[in-house]
């Protein structure tokens, strides 16, 4: 299928979703489930009046360096893991048993270390997006071409050259899988954070929305969290078709040689 077709395809399905939204909201009448076209005004008045704007920056302000310091943990994590068999062994039960673990069930913990406040969605939602990291690029490293790291070897390369100038580029296609499932679930941890325990924030602004029964508000803001979850979910899309242009099989067998 190429590239033109599927973005029609994608374009179509984008209609029908507003089309059927329209539908419902025809049905159920708008006091119920606010249409489109009332969502959109109730978002053009959040932001000339400032609250909207308001929840967005503050969200971002988490989820951006919730985001960093998850890939940058998790991909350091995942090199070392990768790179010795035996440690990657010993931790990788562990990891995916915590992993496995709902973590909202862990975000009394968090808030009792962190308080109410940034930190605690800041590093909430960090520990949900370091693992796909960890395990995509340990699995990658284990399972990359041995060929690659003998010829490091043979070039008498240090550790730290091995990793920069062999293991990097080799994991750079599933390293943004890695990123884009990262940051979604990163999304996720920060927005949730902010329902429970926060001060703003889109999740917040959510959470006080459905407690006051504002219908508006609540579609409001579901369809900024959809905007800004999609947006970059494309923009990861594209990231990884330039630095990837290869399908996930290719991807793979490259991989494992």
Do not use: C
Not at 130 to 143: E, G, K, R, T, W
Not at 174 to 195: C, D, K, Y
Request: proline share 5%; charged share 10%.
């Amino acid at each position: 299928m190429n590239a033109r077709r599927k973005n029609l395809i994608r374009l179509a399905s984008i209609v029908a979703v507003i089309l059927l939204w329209a539908l419902f909201a025809r049905i159920l009448t708008e006091e119920f489930l606010p249409g489109p076209l009332l969502t959109l005004q109730v978002i053009e008045q959040g932001f000339s009046e400032g609250w909207l704007w308001k929840a967005t920056l503050t969200t971002l302000s988490e989820v951006i360096p919730a985001f960093a310091i998850a890939a940058a943990v998790g991909l350091f994590f995942g090199a070392v893991l990768g790179l010795s068999k035996m440690w990657g062994e010993v931790f990788e039960p562990l990891i995916i048993g915590v992993y496995a673990v709902p973590k909202v069930t862990l975000y009394p913990i968090f808030l009792l270390v962190f308080k109410v406040g940034a930190a605690s969605k800041i590093a909430f939602g960090m520990f949900h997006g370091v693992f796909p990291i960890q395990i995509i690029a340990q699995s990658a490293i284990a399972n990359m071409r041995p060929v690659y790291l003998k010829v490091a070897r043979s070039l008498n390369l240090s550790p730290a050259q091995t990793l920069v100038h062999v293991v990097m580029p080799a994991l750079i296609p599933s390293l943004v899988v890695g990123l884009r499932l990262a940051f979604s679930l990163t999304f996720i941890g920060v927005v949730l954070g902010e329902i429970f325990a926060s001060r703003g924030g889109l999740g917040f602004l959510l959470s006080a929305a459905d407690q006051t029964f504002d219908v508006k508000r609540v579609n409001a803001v579901i369809v900024i969290l959809a905007v800004l979850g999609v947006g970059v979910n494309l923009f990861f899309n594209m990231l990884e078709r330039r630095v990837a242009p290869v399908s996930g099989s290719e991807r793979q067998a490259t991989l494992a040689g």
